[in-house]
């Protein structure tokens, strides 16, 4: 039992990473049908930035705060240069220059500061291990856990209190009448990039301090799971990225934990495969039919 | 007149050929040609086979499949256990690898290709990830070792005529009334299922055939390189692909040969520089994404016609009739 | 009718233009001059880079010291360095152009598939190999033709001298019965290292209680190590590259799994200390070729030459790579020509040959007889308990 609750645990720590990742996918997809490729790889982005400040002699939180900013200007950047001209286009040439962009940014990563695993300096982050009923608990997993809360609470009340996620909410719903409307479609996808973006640098960063480790295509396989966690809570819901990030990482920590570790890819795959073949809208979806 | 020129030109490509052959086939039992532009020369072959059997996929019936690595392991493996581990002669070998790749083909197809493009984007990719940890699993095909000792029977009248036989078959395919279904699903999916199309079946057949030739493409590099690692059959060697599709032109077959072989004689040249080199491939695709969505030669074929004008080298009828 | 023609048309000019370009690699093939090309083709990018590099640096510090000690018979050695961008494919590709360049032996690649791949092309143009640290038994023996590779030579221990030599410390010495084993599955030399420990593990009489496997790019570990801490193992053995052991080991400690780890040469490397920090690596033991704290001048000049031409300590890799540099440069001398079937000769008869990573005779399947070294890890630093030599 007590081996159980572990591995729930493990798991949960695992998903809230997970749910941060999948938060910016599900916006961007919500937003614009674009598969945002380049998503996993603004988080190894925001880990270097984050490593490079902590190397500077930088706190967590100042860190934090410049990894964020640096890759919501990123992702707004990312935005105007490679989609916007596309995306009227097709969705296929959007998908096509996502991944140019996500290889892109991997390997001038990979260019100018090598293929080398780093770590954050012993300290940046003052590790605790507690133990009680015979789980431990590391103080990762709670920071982990709770910035991931924070961080979708106000982006819950960003989306549904303020203006600006109103316009969010009415472009993704249907972007020609909203510009009609007299909303400005262009800066409201910019903001939305800004935002999703902010938030991968602190999963960056996050998964960089949980894991200890820094290297050029860590956002791979994190931003190819987070996008099966958006499918499997609903692509564009955002509560909806945050419960299914956190099922993916406990059932990935099952799997694994069960004797099955070589297959815990191929099981989020599975997922992913059979969400879409059942139940497309995922599990806190709306239901959208094709516009003709 | 017209007729006349058709089959004079279908001569004249038939001796050109030939004479590239024979050549070819010349430079290398006399050693004019060394073992290393031999090997690039083999890659070229197996590379365009690549680029435009997932140019069927992509381009002609405008799905986005990432799974063709998986596919080429499917066909390389089953494949070398036929020669390797059974002792089975080659051309049983070449049989069972296409069959393979075809049947994971229509088994992965079925289910994912009622998703729309983009979606099936990821689920191909999940499916060559999935394809990579089960061979390692196996094994009966060596594992993470690798399979070896497959015996090394690839030579250039095999490469050759998978080459020119694979697009023969594409272009036969493109131009019957399959095809055509094919295209009008691309062009509007919905459209398409209104005139009474169906559309699942012409997705399905289009990525049947090519994974069938991504499994031949897989069967030559197994019995080229004599040992198959899961590890080679990674995400990358798709995105090879996928790069010589997009510089080539999504729905342009000569684009696709044009592109794989800039980039398999680039990525030699390329050698000395490798992050570089995939950081220029990334740009490429960016590019060709936003400016000639439609890539290189974008849905244009090079024909005898377009070089012709180009030339102008036979006068008279220079400009009359589009290639379609 | 007409499409297919044209299209083929293009094929073939195409197809002319890359053999154009083809012919022009022909004309780099250049006469006997008073240089000896030696090919080293390793993995300088890609997922195994730092292993390549690491040997490459070792190499051509020894060519440089060789060099400028006026070379072999006279003539300077002039190594070509290639990247085969850890993909076998590259390496075969490198070892064909090895081949029209008229190199007299090829010393690489570090990683055991990119060696075989390579082989059938050096052994039909006759050209003799040195694989620094491919360490699959099969590199240099076919087991299905129980045939040697002739031109294929390896200058580190195999993976069985390894596990036997620590599955044989842990038994007798530490006393330890019940073990659990960790292996990336992703990787030949993990999981041949894995089940070779068993085996030699289990015939002295010991049990394995527990068996997980991950894969190369996995960063969550403690799924697993929940699962083995549970069947209650005296230590785990994790014969895997440092980058997942430093995780596997910090993510341990973390879940308070105060047991002994040992592992195998991969572990070596600065990194693992910075991964997994160095508090959390006492009770840790791997095997390696050599250490750094060895007192000896041959070994002590190497690290001093290294550190200086480097700026970093050197890793098992570089010394094993330094002494495939010495080894060849050797075998010329005792060959007394440099050609490569004469060279091949002489490296089989090389007898007791005096390298950093110990002393080199080979055994009749082209594997090294060596000692392999037990090293400790104390509050991050290395230090060598024991050596012992493995029975064959």
Request: glycine share 10%; hydrophobic share 50%.
């Amino acid at each position: 039992m007590p081996d159980l609750l572990q591995q729930l645990l493990n798991g949960l720590s695992q998903g809230s990473i997970y749910a941060l990742i999948a938060v910016g996918y599900t916006m961007i997809y919500g937003i614009i049908q674009l598969i945002n490729f380049a998503h996993g790889d603004v988080i190894m982005v925001g880990a270097y930035v984050a490593l490079g400040c902590a190397l500077k002699g930088l706190g967590f939180i100042p860190s934090l705060a410049v990894a964020m900013l640096t890759c919501a200007i990123l992702g707004v950047l990312i935005e105007r240069v490679a989609y916007r001209r596309v995306r009227p286009v097709s969705r296929l040439a959007a998908l096509t220059s996502a991944i140019g962009v996500s290889l892109f940014l991997e390997y001038i990563m990979m260019y100018f500061l090598g293929a080398d695993l780093r770590t954050y300096p012993a300290g940046f982050f003052p590790e605790r291990t507690y133990s009680l009923w015979g789980i431990t608990i590391n103080n990762k997993d709670l920071l982990v856990l709770g910035t991931t809360l924070v961080l979708v609470l106000i982006l819950q009340y960003v989306i549904y209190r303020t203006r600006t996620g109103k316009a969010m909410r009415a472009v993704s719903f249907d972007g020609q009448a909203s510009q009609l409307m007299g909303i400005n479609v262009n800066s409201t996808v910019a903001i939305t990039f800004f935002i999703s973006s902010a938030m991968a640098a602190a999963a960056g960063l996050l998964y960089g301090i949980y894991f200890n480790s820094v290297q050029p295509l860590m956002g791979l396989m994190p931003g190819l799971k987070a996008f099966i966690a958006a499918v499997l809570g609903g692509i564009g819901s955002v509560p909806g990225a945050m419960l299914g990030g956190i099922l993916l990482g406990m059932t990935e920590a099952l799997v694994a934990g069960f004797g099955g570790s070589m297959y815990r890819d191929a099981v989020a795959f599975i997922i992913l495969i059979l969400v879409l073949l059942i139940r497309p809208t995922g599990l806190l979806g709306k239901g959208v039919q094709e516009k003709v | 007149m017209d007729n006349l020129k058709k089959y004079l030109s279908t001569i004249i490509i038939c001796l050109v050929l030939a004479t590239f052959f024979v050549a070819v086939q010349w430079g290398i039992s006399s050693g004019f040609i060394s073992g290393y532009w031999v090997t690039n020369l083999y890659l070229v072959g197996i590379n365009i086979i690549l680029a435009a059997s997932l140019n069927l996929i992509n381009g002609f019936t405008g799905e986005f499949s990432l799974g063709h690595a998986g596919f080429m392991a499917v066909g390389a493996y089953s494949s070398a256990v036929i020669t390797a581990n059974l002792g089975l002669p080659f051309p049983l070998a070449v049989i069972v690898g296409m069959l393979a790749a075809a049947l994971t083909g229509l088994l992965v197809g079925l289910p994912t290709l009622r998703l729309r493009g983009d979606y099936l984007a990821i689920a191909t990719l999940g499916f060559g990830e999935i394809v990579r940890v089960v061979l390692m699993n196996i094994d009966y095909v060596g594992g993470a070792s690798g399979l070896m000792g497959i015996p090394a029977l690839v030579n250039w009248p095999i490469i050759f005529f998978s080459v020119v036989l694979s697009l023969l078959l594409i272009r036969n395919f493109i131009c019957s009334s399959h095809g055509r279904a094919c295209l009008s699903v691309r062009e509007n999916d919905l459209a398409a299922q209104m005139m009474g199309v169906n559309i699942t079946y012409y997705r399905v057949l289009a990525f049947v055939i090519g994974a069938a030739l991504a499994g031949l493409a897989g069967v030559l590099y197994a019995h080229y390189y004599t040992i198959l690692q899961p590890r080679e059959f990674s995400f990358m060697l798709t995105f090879d692909v996928l790069v010589m599709v997009m510089v080539g032109g999504l729905g342009s077959l000569t684009g696709s040969v044009v592109g794989a072989v800039i980039i398999t004689i680039a990525s030699a040249f390329l050698q000395a520089i490798p992050e570089l080199r995939m950081v220029i491939y990334a740009v490429l695709l960016i590019l060709s994404a936003i400016f000639r969505p439609q890539g290189l030669l974008g849905e244009k074929e090079v024909t005898l016609n377009n070089l012709q004008k180009l030339g102008g080298v036979f006068n008279g009828t220079v400009g009359s009739k589009q290639a379609h | 009718m007409k499409k297919w023609v044209k299209v083929a048309a293009l094929l073939v000019v195409v197809l002319a233009l890359g053999l154009a370009a083809g012919c022009g690699g022909n004309a780099q093939k250049s006469a006997e001059g008073d240089t000896i090309k030696v090919g080293v083709n390793f993995e300088l990018s890609g997922d195994v880079a730092t292993y390549g590099t690491s040997c490459k640096n070792g190499i051509l510090l020894a060519f440089e010291e060789i060099n400028a000690n006026g070379g072999v018979l006279g003539k300077k050695i002039e190594p070509l360095v290639q990247d085969n961008k850890s993909q076998n494919r590259e390496a075969r590709n490198i070892a064909e152009r090895f081949v029209s360049e008229g190199v007299v032996a090829v010393l690489g690649p570090a990683v055991s598939g990119a060696v075989q791949t390579e082989e059938p092309v050096l052994t039909a143009a006759k050209i003799p190999v040195l694989a620094p640290a491919a360490t699959a038994p099969e590199v240099t023996y076919d087991e299905k033709t129980k045939k040697v590779k002739d031109f294929i030579f390896r200058v580190c221990i195999i993976d069985p001298d390894q596990s036997q030599v620590m599955a044989n410390y842990i038994y007798d010495v530490l006393g330890l019965k019940n073990g659990a084993i960790m292996v990336d599955k992703n990787n030949d030399y993990s999981v041949g290292l894995g089940e070779t420990f068993k085996e030699y593990f289990t015939k002295k009489g010991g049990k394995i209680v527990a068996e997980e496997g991950f894969v190369s790019t996995d960063t969550a570990f403690k799924p697993q190590l929940t699962s083995i801490y549970s069947k209650k193992p005296d230590f785990i053995y994790v014969p895997a590259y440092y980058n997942q052991v430093g995780l596997i080991i910090k993510q341990a400690r973390e879940m308070g799994i105060d047991l002994p780890i040992m592992g195998a040469d991969g572990w070596d490397s600065p990194k693992l200390v910075e991964l997994a920090g160095a508090d959390n690596l006492n009770n840790c033991y791997f095997t390696n070729h050599y250490s750094v704290e060895d007192p000896s001048d041959l070994i002590q000049n190497f690290i001093k030459a290294y550190e200086k031409k480097y700026n970093t300590t050197p890793d098992a890799f570089a010394a094993l790579g330094y002494d495939t540099a010495y080894l060849l440069a050797k075998a010329i001398e005792q060959a007394g020509s440099a050609e490569p079937e004469k060279i091949q000769q002489a490296l089989e008869n090389i007898e007791d040959f005096e390298g950093v990573t110990g002393k080199l005779s080979y055994d009749e399947k082209h594997n090294p007889i060596k000692e392999v070294s037990i090293i400790k890890l104390e509050n991050g630093k290395q230090k060598l308990i024991k050596k012992m030599q493995p029975k064959h």
